[in-house]
């Protein structure tokens, strides 16, 4: 009685062994050879002819256009340095209503000026707002920028926007009464 109490716990761990390694040896004998992957390709790496990739995986996918289009054209943003230059075309403009919105005397950057009859000598520029940092642009408010523009050549400081239908350009502001002029190809160097 002794030896079959004993022999009980010995006697079920072998047979769980024995069903273990029928069991594995049934997988073995009944599963078919895995085929090798294509030549020239390592093992651990993927290729669709191996998997028998699909463009689509999921029945959803194929809802949406996932494939990657070919883009018509790509536009890299100019990153602008201290002492770049940009052309511009360059004009001039009064603080009065038919050149402003309804408070002329007040700027983009909510600047007043002090007496628009008499306001060149300030050397305030508006800009257009393609060049402004909120359009991606390198000019923000208060910037001092060197502009070379004939009779008008010298430092300026940004105060003002001009209207969003402009691109490329500046404004000068000038006093009431100053006769106009424009020039096509101006430099303007910022960030001085």
């Given amino acids: 009685m002794f030896i079959k109490d004993n022999l009980k716990p010995i006697l079920g761990i072998l047979a769980?062994?024995?069903?273990?390694?029928?069991?594995?040896?049934?997988i073995q004998l009944?599963?078919?050879?895995?085929?090798?992957?294509?030549?020239?390709?390592?093992?651990n790496y993927y290729h669709p002819d191996v998997f028998k990739y699909?463009?689509?995986?999921?029945?959803?996918?194929?809802?949406?256009?996932?494939?990657?289009?070919k883009q018509d054209s790509v536009q890299l943003k100019k990153v602008y340095r201290r002492g770049d230059t940009i052309i511009v075309k360059a004009t001039m403009y009064q603080a009065v209503i038919g050149q402003c919105d309804d408070s002329p005397d007040k700027t983009a950057d909510?600047?007043?000026?002090?007496?628009?009859?008499?306001?060149?000598?300030?050397?305030?520029?508006?800009?257009?707002?393609?060049?402004?940092?909120f359009n991606n642009g390198?000019?923000?408010?208060g910037d001092t920028v060197y502009v070379i523009a004939g009779h008008k050549t010298g430092y300026y400081i940004v105060h003002d926007a001009m209207n969003k239908r402009w691109n490329n350009k500046i404004d000068f502001l000038e006093s009431i009464g100053v006769e106009a002029y424009k020039y096509n190809k101006a430099?303007?160097?910022?960030?001085?």
């Fill in 138 to 141: 390198p000019i923000r408010y």
């Fill in 110 to 133: 909510q600047t007043l000026i002090p007496n628009v009859d008499s306001c060149s000598h300030l050397k305030w520029i508006a800009v257009s707002q393609d060049l402004l940092w």
């Fill in 54 to 69: 699909r463009q689509y995986n999921c029945p959803l996918d194929s809802l949406f256009d996932l494939k990657l289009k």
């Fill in 30 to 43: 009944f599963t078919p050879e895995p085929k090798p992957p294509t030549e020239g390709i390592p093992h």
């Fill in 187 to 192: 430099e303007l160097i910022i960030n001085i």
């Fill in 16 to 26: 769980f062994m024995g069903f273990t390694l029928a069991y594995l040896w049934g």
